[in-house]
T-cell receptor
């Protein structure tokens, strides 16, 4: 099956710093990638839809200046959490839809962010 | 607004038993209904999915039953095993546009020996 990787798998940073998370589709092209956030024992909340070569589309309530998304190629999307604060601590998961059929979303293993 | 309602929140089943998780939706624009399995600290993995023109789909021990008129669908895990212990999410994908997926609230399944 299709593989999506995320890097890093875990990151601890100080409050005020910025953190970049990478999402890669390893064996397929993905014109569309999605970024989710998951709190402990909770469901996945869609943050934004990332499209190769264009601006990301953010869900209501998600600060686009806080969570910067770049989808520079068909296999890579990045999420940068700017000026991170403890309340940004969460599990961030990306998914990618295979191109061109786009039938299935494949999820990455997630990135655990802890802001001290 | 919770577009996909999932129940129960948690479920304990004995080994060999049947695990049943139910979901309901309101938006008729949904055209694809996947189920995901998630282990602690891992990303969700697609388990099985169904389209609304099919009433049932079976893959191994996993079966989805779909009731389009009632806007309900359910996951049945036959012969449940301890290795099935995980959190299960139903989901619904919107047709058109970016085909966003909306997740249910999740069911934590524990299969006891």
């Amino acid at each position: 099956g299709a593989v999506v990787s995320q890097h890093p798998s875990r990151v601890i940073c100080k409050s005020g710093t910025s953190v970049k998370i990478e999402c890669r589709s390893l064996d397929f092209q993905a014109t569309t990638m999605f970024w989710y956030r998951q709190f402990p024992k909770k469901s996945l909340m869609l943050m934004a839809t990332s499209n190769e070569g264009s601006k990301a589309t953010y869900e209501q309530g998600v600060e686009k200046d806080k969570f910067l998304i770049n989808h520079a190629s068909l296999t890579l999307s990045t999420l940068t959490v700017t000026s991170a604060h403890p309340e940004d601590s969460s599990f961030y998961i990306c998914s990618a839809r295979d191109f061109p059929t786009g039938e299935t979303q494949y999820f990455g293993p997630g990135t655990r962010l802890l802001v001290l | 607004q919770q577009q996909v309602k999932q129940s129960p929140q948690s479920l304990i089943v004995q080994k060999g038993g049947i695990s049943i998780i139910n979901c309901a939706y309101e938006n008729t624009a949904f055209d694809y209904f996947p189920w995901y399995q998630q282990f602690p600290g891992k990303g969700p993995a697609l388990l099985i999915a169904i389209r609304p023109d099919v009433s049932e789909k079976k893959e191994g021990r996993f079966t989805i039953s779909f009731n389009k008129s009632a806007k309900q669908f359910s996951l049945h895990i036959m012969d449940s095993q301890p290795g099935d212990s995980a959190t299960y999410f139903c989901a619904a994908r919107r047709s058109g546009g970016y085909q966003k997926v909306t997740f249910g609230t999740g069911t934590k399944l524990q299969v006891i020996p």
